[in-house]
């Protein structure tokens, strides 16, 4: 194991610990707070879902660990995935059996869905398949975004802002609730690809303070677009004229904004860059600017082509990118 990737599975799971602890503590302390947030009906017995929230605070202590111990993590790391993995089949069934709306899609996501790349990750490290998933993961973030911005353009655009009257839009979401759902799921996987695009990158930042600054920032980044989509799939278009504005904001001009600001970090960092490779660089992050001053404004066609552009460069970028440096780790191999 790499001494970046070693520093890295040490920060993912002392994030995993802190994050464990202070839901188990907030479920424990204030066991009602859940259900009034994701707006559902009280349970007649709270102190049930205090347990759980101490269950989920006690993996947190075996994370603690495990990123003290990675010589011994193996076992921690291997029931955390296990337990993120069951959590979203039993949510899937609450969900299916109506005992909970879709709303409640944010707690599988940061309970369960973003630990699950760097966990298996960890358990597969030393392996061929850790190997070929990394050098995998430019290609897989070009290709996944790619797909996202299709759908953009054919499924969801008509229940966006490109749509002038808001009525028009919530008609299009009822009509097509699967469709909406899983474009956004797709923006999610996105997302997540692009922060393990970051990650890959990173490794190849000689100065690796400002590569897991860079990395920490996409992070945020990616906890603001998670956000704004499991608003999309869950809470629209109930609260239409409330959540979608909020959505816009979190993943237009947060998570875009802080995903331009790591990639430029990175850029700068990167030694020895091909010119045309740099070029389509500083093409995407310029176009990423500029959708975050368009959702500032409120301007949607802006936020449209500045979006097509960001992403017209980025995706053959990341490409070009992962070309490049894997055929230099290759020829040190």
Same mark, same amino acid.
């Given at each position: 194991?790499?001494?970046?990737?070693?520093?890295?599975?040490?920060?993912?799971?002392?994030?995993?610990?802190?994050?464990?602890? /202070?839901?188990?503590?907030?479920?424990?302390?204030?066991?009602?707070?859940?259900?009034?947030?994701?707006?559902?009906?009280?349970?007649?017995?709270?102190?049930?879902?205090?347990?759980?929230?101490?269950?989920?605070?006690?993996?947190?202590?075996?994370?603690?660990?495990? @990123?003290?111990?990675?010589?011994?993590?193996?076992?921690?790391? @291997?029931?955390?995935?296990?337990?993120?993995?069951?959590?979203?089949?039993?949510?899937?069934?609450?969900?299916?059996?109506?005992?909970?709306?879709?709303?409640?899609?944010?707690?599988?996501?940061?309970?369960?869905?973003?630990?699950?790349?760097?966990?298996?990750?960890?358990?597969?490290?030393?392996?061929?398949?850790?190997?070929?998933?990394?050098?995998?993961?430019?290609?897989?973030?070009?290709?996944?975004?790619?797909? =996202?911005?299709?759908?953009?353009?054919? @499924?969801?655009? =008509?229940?966006?802002?490109?749509?002038?009257?808001?009525?028009?839009?919530?008609?299009?979401?009822?009509?097509?609730?699967?469709?909406?759902?899983?474009?956004?799921?797709?923006?999610? =996987? @996105?997302?997540?690809?692009?922060?393990?695009?970051?990650?890959?990158?990173?490794?190849?930042?000689?100065?690796?303070?400002?590569?897991?600054? %860079?990395?920490?920032?996409?992070?945020?980044?990616? %906890?603001?677009?998670?956000?704004?989509?499991?608003?999309?799939?869950?809470?629209?278009?109930?609260?239409?004229?409330?959540?979608?504005?909020?959505?816009?904001?979190?993943?237009?001009?947060? %998570?875009?904004?802080?995903?331009?600001?790591?990639?430029?970090?990175?850029?700068?960092?990167?030694?020895?860059?091909?010119?045309?490779?740099?070029?389509?660089?500083?093409?995407?992050?310029?176009?990423?600017?500029?959708?975050?001053?368009?959702?500032?404004?409120?301007?949607?066609? %802006?936020?449209?082509?500045?979006?097509?552009?960001?992403?017209?460069?980025?995706?053959?970028? /990341?490409?070009?990118?992962?070309?490049?440096?894997? =055929?230099?780790?290759?020829?040190?191999?």
């Amino acid at each position: 194991m790499s001494p970046y990737r070693t520093q890295l599975y040490r920060l993912v799971f002392a994030a995993a610990a802190v994050y464990n602890v /202070a839901f188990g503590l907030w479920a424990a302390l204030r066991p009602r707070s859940f259900f009034d947030w994701f707006d559902l009906v009280a349970p007649l017995y709270p102190s049930i879902w205090a347990c759980l929230g101490m269950v989920v605070g006690l993996y947190g202590l075996g994370y603690a660990y495990a @990123a003290r111990h990675l010589d011994r993590a193996a076992p921690f790391i @291997a029931i955390g995935l296990a337990g993120k993995l069951l959590g979203p089949a039993g949510w899937v069934l609450a969900v299916r059996s109506g005992e909970w709306p879709i709303r409640t899609v944010a707690l599988v996501l940061f309970n369960d869905a973003i630990w699950w790349v760097p966990f298996a990750l960890f358990l597969l490290e030393g392996t061929r398949a850790a190997a070929a998933l990394r050098r995998s993961a430019p290609y897989v973030c070009a290709v996944v975004n790619l797909a =996202a911005l299709v759908a953009m353009a054919t @499924a969801l655009r =008509a229940g966006t802002e490109m749509v002038p009257a808001a009525s028009d839009r919530i008609a299009y979401v009822l009509a097509h609730p699967v469709t909406w759902r899983a474009g956004w799921a797709l923006w999610m =996987a @996105a997302a997540v690809s692009l922060v393990a695009f970051y990650a890959w990158w990173a490794d190849y930042v000689e100065e690796r303070a400002w590569a897991l600054a %860079a990395l920490a920032i996409a992070t945020v980044g990616l %906890a603001g677009d998670l956000a704004g989509e499991a608003l999309l799939i869950g809470w629209v278009p109930r609260d239409y004229q409330r959540v979608a504005p909020l959505a816009t904001l979190l993943t237009g001009a947060v %998570a875009n904004g802080l995903y331009t600001v790591a990639g430029i970090i990175l850029t700068l960092k990167t030694p020895s860059l091909p010119r045309s490779v740099r070029l389509l660089a500083w093409s995407a992050w310029t176009a990423g600017a500029c959708v975050t001053v368009a959702t500032l404004a409120r301007a949607p066609f %802006a936020i449209a082509i500045a979006t097509t552009l960001l992403f017209l460069s980025f995706c053959p970028y /990341a490409v070009l990118l992962g070309r490049d440096l894997n =055929a230099r780790t290759n020829a040190e191999s």
